[in-house]
């Protein structure tokens, strides 16, 4: 399943979306000019993952809920009480566009 994005000049340096994908939802970042996603479910409880604060500087995404830190380009957690990494998949451009392939 291929998941269109957007432009990639839609998602400057320090800026993220959220991408419907299927039965998932995206978190797309910019974390300086490297673009990643990661899947908008805590490992911990579920939690909106991508609705809370991001840090660019260190491309870390932290859990509204519990405030776990998460590496965007791992997927995997920093700090308690997560211990188990969040799915992160490649964002790359296609004909002008950002596009994410999940796996069938
Ligand atoms: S749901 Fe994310 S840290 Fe608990």
Redesign the pocket.
Known sequence: MVVEVCPPEELPPGTMRLVPAGSLTLGVYNCAGAIHAIEDR????????CEGEWEPELCVVV??????RFDLETGI?LT???FESVPVFAVVERDGMLVVELPD
């Open positions: 805590c490992s911990h409880d579920d939690g909106p993952l859990c509204p809920r519990h405030g776990s957690p308690l009480p997560a």
